[in-house]
C-alpha cells in the first residue's frame, strides 16, 4: 500500500528506528534509523516480514506477541519490561525495547513499532540510571515510618518498574526462635502453599543457602533439584527463575527477600544486581522498623513496671498490691504461681509470704532455709543477686529434701524463676514465679 509522505517524512525524524507494520507482519514503512539499526537498505525492509528481524529462536514468541496486540490494540510502552533480542542483517544479536502503537493510515489498521536498541552504550547507560534512581526511590522511603507489612505493595510496584517480576516475598527469622522464618510480605502471585504468616525452619529454607554463603543465590527451572523444597514448587509451577537476596542486620542475615519470574529470559546480571541493590535498601528499612518496634515496647514497658512499682510501694499491704497489680505482672511474666516472700537474715529462713494464681495446700505453713549448701540454685541466687530458674529436673532433685519443692513437684510445675530481692547489699525476700508449661522463661521476662 501507499504511504502518505508526510508519514514517512515525520517518523524519519524519529532518534529510534521506526516500522509501521500490517496485521500480517508485513513492513509497509521504515525510517532510515531502521535501516541502519538492522542493516538493511530502505528498499529491503519494505515488503519484509518484520519477524524476520528476530533470531529464528525467537520468532514464534514475537509472533505470538505482535499478534496480540493486533488482536487488543493499545499502546504498548518502554517501561513495559518486555524485550526481545533481535537480528542484524550480519547476523549479530542485540536487545531491544519495543513500544507499540494501534494507527491508521486510510482506513486501513497498522501498528507502529518503535525499537531502541539497549545493547547500544548511549541507551543502556541511560537505561541503567534511570534504573538506578527508580531503584533507590525505595532508599528514601521514611525511616521512622517505614512498615514491611504496609509499605511492602510500593516497594514491588517501584521494583517492578525496573525489574519485572512475578512475585515478590520477605521472610524474616524469628528474634525469639531464629531456627524458624515467618513469611510476612508478598506482592504478586501468591504461592498456595506459603501464604503471608507461614512459618519454616530455616534450616528448610532458601535462607540457610544464603547464610552459608553470605551472597545472594539463584535457583532456575533447568536446575530444580538444587532448590530447597519451596522454591521447587515454584519452578515445577512455572517459574523460570527465583534470585534471593540475603538481608542483613550490620554482619547478621536477618532474613531474604526472593523475587521469581515466569519470563523464559529470567534475570540479566544488570537485574541481578538491581535486585541486590533492592535487597540492601529494604534490610535498612527492615532494620529500622525492629529497632523502632523494640524501643517502642521497651519505652511501654518501662512505662508500666513503673505504674506496678507505684501501685505496690504505695501500699501498706503487699498481699493487697500484688493482687491488683497480677494482671500488668502478667503481661511480662507467665506465671500459674507467683510468691512474694520475706527472708528472715537472723536465721535465713523464708517467712511470711503470700500468694497469687494457684494455691498449694499447707504452702503456708511451709519453712525452709537458704543457707548455703542447702540448694546449688539459691547458693547462685544469693551471692550473684541475681533471678535463678529451675527446670522440671531440678525440682524432683531437690523434692527429696525441701518441704517446698515436694510440694511443687506434687502439684506438676515445670519452672521455677526465683527473684532475689536485694536492699544495700542484704537479700530481704524473694519474688518466685512458677510455671506448669515446660516453657523455659526467656531472658527478656527475666530482666523484667
Known amino acids: 500500500m501507499d504511504i502518505p509522505v508526510s508519514v514517512t517524512d515525520a517518523v524519519n525524524g524519529l532518534p529510534d528506528a521506526a516500522f509501521l507494520v500490517d496485521n500480517d507482519g508485513v513492513i509497509v514503512a521504515a525510517n532510515t534509523v531502521a535501516a541502519k539499526m538492522f542493516g538493511y537498505t530502505h528498499t529491503q525492509l519494505i515488503g519484509s516480514q518484520v519477524d524476520d528481524l528476530m533470531p529464528e529462536s525467537a520468532r514464534e514468541y514475537h509472533k505470538n506477541v505482535r499478534q496480540g496486540a493486533v488482536e487488543e490494540p493499545r499502546p504498548r510502552s518502554f517501561t513495559s519490561g518486555v524485550t526481545f533480542e533481535c537480528e542484524r542483517r550480519n547476523g549479530e544479536l542485540f536487545q531491544a525495547d519495543i513500544n507499540l502503537s494501534p494507527t491508521e ?10 525499537v531502541r536498541d539497549i545493547d547500544s552504550p548511549d541507551q543502556a547507560n541511560a537505561g541503567r540510571r534511570q534504573a538506578m534512581v527508580a531503584l533507590d526511590a525505595i532508599g528514601r522511603m521514611p525511616a521512622t515510618t517505614f512498615n514491611l507489612e504496609s509499605d511492602f505493595t510500593a516497594v514491588a510496584e517501584r521494583l517492578n518498574e ?3 517480576h512475578d512475585r515478590i516475598a520477605v521472610m524474616l527469622i524469628d528474634e525469639d526462635d531464629p531456627s524458624q522464618a515467618e513469611v510476612l510480605a508478598v506482592a504478586g502471585e501468591v504461592h498456595p502453599n506459603f501464604p503471608i504468616g ?11 543457602w544464603v547464610a552459608k554463603s553470605r551472597k545472594s543465590v539463584s535457583f532456575t527451572s533447568d536446575r530444580v533439584e538444587y532448590a530447597p523444597p519451596a522454591v521447587q514448587l515454584g519452578l515445577e ?8 537476596v540475603p538481608l542483613f542486620d550490620g554482619d547478621n542475615i536477618v532474613g531474604m527477600v526472593m523475587v521469581a519470574t515466569k519470563n523464559p529470559r529470567r534475570y540479566s546480571e544488570f537485574n541481578k544486581s538491581l535486585l541486590v541493590r533492592m535487597g540492601d535498601h529494604l534490610a535498612i528499612a527492615v532494620a529500622n522498623q525492629r529497632m523502632r ?4 515496647q521497651q519505652t511501654a514497658e518501662i ?16 498481699s493487697v498490691a500484688f493482687a491488683s497489680a497480677e494482671e500488668s505482672i502478667r503481661q511480662f511474666v507467665h506465671f500459674d504461681r507467683l510468691v512474694v516472700s520475706t527472708i528472715d537474715p537472723a536465721t535465713e529462713l523464708v517467712v511470711g509470704s503470700f500468694e497469687l494464681g494457684d494455691k498449694l495446700p499447707g504452702f503456708a505453713t511451709l519453712r525452709h532455709s537458704l543457707k548455703e549448701g542447702i540448694f546449688k540454685p539459691f547458693d547462685e541466687m544469693l551471692s550473684s543477686g541475681m533471678p535463678v530458674q529451675v527446670d522440671r529436673q531440678q525440682i524432683e532433685e531437690a523434692a ?21 530481692l536485694v536492699v544495700a547489699d542484704s537479700n530481704i525476700g524473694l519474688i518466685t514465679f512458677g510455671s506448669k508449661d515446660k516453657t523455659a522463661y526467656t531472658d527478656a521476662e527475666i530482666n523484667m
Open 198 to 208: 507461614t512459618k519454616v525452619a530455616v534450616a528448610e529454607s532458601a535462607i540457610a
Open 162 to 164: 525496573v525489574v519485572p
Open 303 to 318: 512505662v508500666l513496671v513503673g505504674t506496678i512499682g507505684k501501685m505496690v510501694s504505695s501500699s501498706s499491704d503487699l
Open 105 to 114: 493510515v486510510e482506513g486501513v489498521p497498522l501498528t507502529w513499532a518503535v
Open 237 to 244: 509451577g512455572g517459574y523460570t527463575e527465583t534470585f534471593g
Open 293 to 296: 518496634i523494640r524501643v517502642e
Open 400 to 420: 527429696g529434701g525441701h518441704d517446698v519443692f515436694a510440694s511443687l513437684k506434687s502439684a506438676g510445675y515445670q519452672q521455677m524463676l526465683f527473684v532475689p
